[in-house]
């Protein structure tokens, strides 16, 4: 979850805060030593503006990558697989005429 965390760019005072719990509780959290309830992972899920279990597989997937000690390779290919789909956005939307301004 730290790592979701950290690629979505909140530090661990604004997580805690957005989620309603204490910081040191989101610590026990993101070390492993505490499981959050489903209703927690709903709030991440809507903090990042995605599917629960969209949040599940993400974990679930970097958790084998650390495992074959690939984490931060996972970690280059989702955020390149992010700016790709982006881009594809962005062009569509100018192709649509329907660009908004940044």
Known sequence: MKRTRSIYG????????ELGISASYLSEI???KKQPSI???KKYADIYGIKLSSLILLSESLEEAKERNDGSAFIRQLM?????????DIQKESLDGTEKPI
């Open 39 to 41: 209703d927690l992972l």
């Open 10 to 17: 909140l530090t661990a005072g604004q997580m805690s805060s």
């Open 80 to 88: 390149l697989n992010l700016i790709n789909g982006m881009a594809k």
């Open 30 to 32: 993101e070390n492993g």
